[in-house]
């Protein structure tokens, strides 16, 4: 199985600064990399993926992520946060026969 | 409303009684999936399957029986409750085709709680 490393679990911020979250994973083939977002209450949901082509993929709500090949790395950033960003985000990748793997989230906080 | 859903939305049972979680999605995505989230684990992996009558083994099968006896329809049964089940378990759906190639779509959500 793949693994998938989060790291800074909790995050808190204020309104207007920038967010990076790291995400490192093991698998050393081709692979599909995603970043999920979960608001509080509610499911999981796509910001934004990745699957061949330019590195820096942007996703909604103005978030953006880049693949580092080198480095195994997909970080998600932000570069000025909303208090409506507050939410769990997840990076997950897939492997063997459609399979996510997914991190164990960051919890992020942004106060008004 | 086409999209994927899941019941019971919560659910409050026993130690040792059998529960059902459904799970139905209107796309007819070939793939199916079955997660759980709990605290300080992320979402892992209980049960897959790729079309109908094929599911396999996720990362944390043990407790859990699945069946796809339709694609649209992917029910989660835990045979014999016990209180390590009690979690938030997720439905999702996934297709090899077109531009959401990939991409899994996540259901509400169903809150079990064991006592």
């Known amino acids: 199985a793949q693994s998938v490393s989060q790291h800074n679990h909790h995050v808190i911020l204020s309104e207007a600064a920038s967010l990076e979250l790291g995400c490192n994973y093991s698998?050393?083939?081709?692979?599909?990399l995603f970043w999920y977002v979960q608001y509080p209450g509610q499911h999981l949901q796509l910001l934004l993926k990745y699957f061949s082509g330019d590195p820096l993929v942007k996703g909604i709500k103005g978030f953006e992520a880049e693949f580092i090949k080198s480095k195994f790395s997909f970080n998600l950033r932000k570069p000025s946060v909303q208090w409506s960003d507050t939410a769990e985000y997840f990076c997950?990748?897939?492997?063997?026969?459609?399979?996510?793997?997914f991190g164990k989230g960051n919890q992020v906080v942004v106060i008004p | 409303d086409a999209g994927i859903t899941q019941s019971p939305r919560y659910k409050i049972t026993e130690t040792g009684r059998q529960v059902t979680l459904m799970c139905h999605q209107t796309w007819s995505h070939s793939y199916m999936f079955w997660y759980r989230q709990d605290l300080g684990h992320g979402l892992r992996l209980i049960y897959y399957?790729?079309?109908?009558?094929?599911?396999d083994k996720g990362e944390v099968p043990d407790g859990y029986v699945v069946s796809r006896s339709k694609t649209e329809n992917f029910p989660l049964t835990l045979e014999s409750a016990t209180r390590s089940q009690t979690s938030v378990y997720f439905c999702?759906?996934?297709?090899?085709?077109?531009?959401?190639?990939?991409?899994?779509?996540f259901g509400p959500g169903t809150r079990l709680t064991v006592l």
């Open positions: 698998y050393g083939g081709t692979v599909n």
């Open positions: 997950a990748v897939i492997y063997g026969n459609n399979r996510l793997a």
């Open positions: 999702a759906s996934s297709e090899l085709a077109g531009v959401s190639y990939n991409e899994q779509f």
């Open positions: 399957s790729a079309a109908a009558d094929i599911t």
